[in-house]
Every structure is written in structure tokens, then in C-alpha cells.
T-cell receptor
Framework: EAGVVQSPRYKIIEKKQPVAFWCNPI?????LYWYRQNLGQGPELLIR????????DSQLPKDRFSAERLKGVDSTLKIQPAELGDSAVYLC???????????FGPGTRLTVL | DAKTTQPNSMESNEEEPVHLPCNHS???????IHWYRQLPSQGPEYVIH???SNVNNRMASLAIAEDRKSSTLILHRATLRDAAVYYC??????????FGTGTQLKVEL
């Protein structure tokens, strides 16, 4: 069974540029999560989708971050414009029912110069 | 969500058992105890979870104190591949995982 797929794996951009991350969850998983992980810290939830609906986006900085999950499968997380403090690893995870067994992708390491 | 406390780091020798502690004195009756681990340059990986009773699976065992204010993740025979950051997380009605900084496990030959 294929795991959670994320692309790109690495991205280097200059500040004020836009950037987008893509996630393909495990087939059949209705719940999808985006996390941000700063160096030396645990992942922090940004947004959670149940099918197509964003049910928890309380930690998403809405002035510059946006996300979508069209057709309840793939998802895209966008930052526009990026700031230096956005440098982090962005992780996507999916689960079948609830938060218990989440399957994480390898993450996208973003560096903003 | 209730908070957990874990040691910053622990060391073990290969093929020896490892006991990773977690304190959660403010746990509520509906909070599940979850353990995830994160190997270098990878996303977190589910290890085990439980509510009240001890749990075993192919990866590890989870021992939960009778008052549920603490728990221990047990790796029966540590290998070099078990070197990772181990996160102890509580979930209740919040329906989400809130990661702390975890315990960095180092395994030596």
C-alpha cells in the first residue's frame, strides 16, 4: 500500500515569493492534516480536513496561508508571500477515522532566504 | 488538551529493553495515550495507543499506571533503527494530536 506522498521534498525560495506544497493521502483516508515542524520542535497542526471540509483551521495563519482539498482527495497548502519565519518542514498526514492512527508523509523542507 | 512531560533524551544499548516514561498528571477520563516516533528526516510514525489497559503490538508495549497519571513505552529489544524522537500525546475530545518536544532516544552498539 502506498503511503502519503508529498512534493516537493525540498524547496528554497526568496522571501515574498509564493510557494505551494502538494499532498496525496493514503487511498480511502477521509481525514487529512497539514502540520508545520520547526527545528527541534514537534509538529504543529495547521489545518484538518474531513473529506472536503476544513473542520479545524484555527492555527492556520490566514493572512498568508491557504489550503484546499478538492474532491476530498489531494490537498495543496500555499503560502503567499513567504516570510523568513516560514522556514520549516511541512508535513501532511492522513487517517481513516479520527486522530488515532495518522500516517505521515516525508514532509517538504522549506527554506526562505 | 492535557499536557505531557517527557525526558529530553535517553540512551540505551542495542538489544537491551528501553523504558520511555511519560507523565500526564492532568489526564482526563476520556484522554487516550498515544505514542508516535520520528526517525531522522522522516515524518512521525504511529507506535501504539491505549486508554486504561496495557497494550502490546509488534512494535512496542504500553504500560499505563493504575491512576493513569503516567505511562511507559517499552521497546523490548532496542536496535539502532529505533533511534528516534518519541512523542507521548494525549487526545480527548479535541480530536487532534498536540505534539510536545518528545524524548530523543539514542541507541549505542
Amino acid at each position: 500500500e502506498a503511503g502519503v506522498v508529498q512534493s516537493p521534498r525540498y524547496k528554497i525560495i526568496e522571501k515574498k515569493q509564493p510557494v505551494a506544497f502538494w499532498c496525496n493521502p493514503i487511498s480511502g483516508h477521509n481525514t487529512l492534516y497539514w502540520y508545520r515542524q520547526n527545528l527541534g520542535q514537534g509538529p504543529e497542526l495547521l489545518i484538518r480536513y474531513e473529506n472536503e471540509e476544513a473542520v479545524d483551521d484555527s492555527q492556520l495563519p490566514k493572512d498568508r496561508f491557504s489550503a484546499e482539498r478538492l474532491k476530498g482527495v489531494d490537498s495543496t497548502l500555499k503560502i503567499q508571500p513567504a516570510e523568513l519565519g516560514d522556514s520549516a518542514v511541512y508535513l501532511c498526514a492522513s487517517s481513516l477515522n479520527g486522530p488515532t492512527k495518522q500516517f505521515f508523509g516525508p514532509g517538504t523542507r522549506l527554506t526562505v532566504l | 488538551d492535557a499536557k505531557t512531560t517527557q525526558p529530553n533524551s535517553m540512551e540505551s544499548n542495542e538489544e537491551e529493553p528501553v523504558h520511555l516514561p511519560c507523565n500526564h498528571s492532568t489526564i482526563s477520563g476520556t484522554d487516550y495515550i498515544h505514542w508516535y516516533r520520528q526517525l531522522p528526516s522522516q515524518g512521525p510514525e504511529y507506535v501504539i495507543h491505549g486508554l486504561t489497559s496495557n497494550v502490546n503490538n509488534r512494535m512496542a508495549s504500553l504500560a499505563i499506571a493504575e491512576d493513569r497519571k503516567s505511562s511507559t513505552l517499552i521497546l523490548h529489544r532496542a536496535t539502532l533503527r529505533d533511534a528516534a524522537v518519541y512523542y507521548c500525546i494525549l487526545t480527548g475530545g479535541g480530536n487532534k494530536l498536540t505534539f510536545g518536544t518528545g524524548t530523543q532516544l539514542k541507541v549505542e552498539l
